[in-house]
């Protein structure tokens, strides 16, 4: 068994959105996009709720507060989507 090993810890420093997509500014100069159908709270999420984010742990992951959205590098690194079910989601839009 292998496992994906990496010389250092990988950081977020920024992220933008497109109409389709979230992009991340690693600090190793890599950008990283990814649908942003993938994270369902950013996408039915307004831009401004979009834009109010926070980096934590030095950027080892990215919080929206107002969308109660958590996103680790490591698991944008991995290709994992959002594993939120379709009725924790339902529950979450008719609180919005």
Same mark, same amino acid.
């Given at each position: 068994?292998?496992? !994906?090993?990496?010389?250092r &810890?990988? /950081?977020?420093?920024?992220?933008? /959105?497109s109409? &389709?997509?979230?992009?991340v500014?690693? &600090?190793d100069?890599?950008l990283?996009?990814?649908? !942003?159908?993938w994270?369902? #709270? ?5 831009e401004?709720? $979009?834009? $109010?984010?926070? !980096?934590?742990?030095d ?7 107002? !969308? &109660? ?10 290709? #994992? ?16």
């Amino acid at each position: 068994m292998s496992t !994906l090993m990496t010389e250092r &810890d990988i /950081f977020a420093e920024s992220v933008c /959105f497109s109409e &389709d997509s979230l992009t991340v500014r690693l &600090d190793d100069g890599r950008l990283l996009s990814v649908p !942003l159908e993938w994270y369902p #709270r950013l996408l039915h999420g307004t831009e401004a709720d $979009r834009e $109010r984010y926070e !980096l934590i742990g030095d950027g080892e992951g990215i919080h929206w507060p107002e !969308l &109660d959205e958590d996103i680790s590098v490591e698991g944008l690194l991995a290709g #994992r989507r959002s594993a939120e079910s379709a009725a924790s989601l339902a529950k979450w839009m008719a609180k919005r």
